[in-house]
């Protein structure tokens, strides 16, 4: 029997007893509901106590964040700007290491140049006592060796010349050689590009076509020394250099012009006799009118 249909029982024996027991009856349901409601209270309450603590330390915890992505912000600006002086040092090490390796090669190689140096140092002041002789030599080959060949002009040289140095107790080289003290390899190879036979005997006849204060004249059967001359004096001078023959009627006029505006001039073909209207040319018969 249930409680309703217990207090209606009591009820019709009883009316206050009835009303007494419903009472009683209902204090009792509210207990059993209160015991079930009032932990979920107490749980409500410390969840939602929790629930706050936890929100204030998320709030918390955002506010960190928020300083932190600001620190970062700025941090990450830092970094830029070290990175890029990072890569410009960088650069700069590459090139100093660049530069010290270089500078160590250059110096290793030094070391060698310096021996070489100090070699070449002694060798220059023992040539310079012997400059006398040798400048007497080559100054005698330039003036005299010109018109004969090969073997007369070491016989000159070296049979004759350098024998009366050492007898007048010149100063001279003994190993000394034309083509090193009146020339060098850069000029040698230079004429041998221009078409000059890289011989002896041609080095000599270039030198003397160079050095010589008269002009030169070449016998030149194999037509070696108008190929190296016509090369070398365009290549040197441009469009300042034209070939004539005493067989053109206006050679005079063209001389003269050449003459006047500095350019070289070559005669190829000429026979047994040189017209006598170029002599105060070829001996240098200058004379100056009005600074002209």
């Not at 009683?24 to 106590?49: A, G, H, I, Q, T």
């Not at 030169?216 to 040197?236: G, N």
């Not at 350019?263 to 002209?292: C, H, W, Y």
Request: hydrophobic share 40%.
């Amino acid at each position: 029997m249930t409680g309703k249909q217990l207090c209606d029982f009591i009820g019709t024996k009883s009316k206050a007893a009835g009303g007494l027991f419903e009472w009683v009856n209902s204090v009792n349901e509210c207990y059993d509901v209160f015991k079930e409601v009032e932990p979920m209270r107490d749980n409500v309450k410390k969840l939602e106590k929790k629930a706050k603590d936890s929100q204030d330390k998320l709030d918390s915890t955002q506010q960190k964040l928020e300083a932190l992505n600001e620190k970062l912000r700025a941090l990450n600006i830092i970094k830029e700007e070290k990175s890029s002086e990072l890569n410009i040092l960088q650069t700069k090490a590459d090139e100093m290491t660049r530069k010290l390796n270089a500078a160590a090669k250059l110096i290793t190689g030094l070391g060698s140049e310096q021996r070489r140096w100090t070699s070449d140092m002694d060798n220059f002041k023992e040539d310079k006592i012997k400059l006398v002789g040798d400048c007497l030599t080559a100054s005698a080959f330039l003036s005299y060796c010109g018109p004969f060949n090969f073997i007369l002009r070491k016989r000159m040289l070296f049979d004759h010349w350098k024998t009366n140095l050492i007898e007048l107790a010149l100063p001279n080289k003994e190993n000394f050689k034309l083509e090193t003290f009146l020339s060098d390899d850069v000029e040698i190879s230079k004429w041998a590009s221009q078409g000059l036979p890289s011989d002896e005997l041609s080095v000599q006849n270039g030198i003397l076509t160079k050095m010589a204060s008269r002009w030169p004249l070449c016998i030149d059967p194999q037509m070696q020394a108008i190929h190296w001359i016509k090369t070398k004096e365009t290549q040197a001078k441009k469009n300042n250099f034209i070939t004539l023959t005493f067989t053109q009627s206006d050679y005079i006029k063209k001389l003269e012009v050449a003459i006047k505006y500095g350019q070289s001039v070559l005669f190829e073909s000429i026979d047994t006799e040189i017209d006598p209207m170029i002599d105060p040319i070829l001996e240098k018969n200058i004379v100056v009118r009005a600074g002209v």
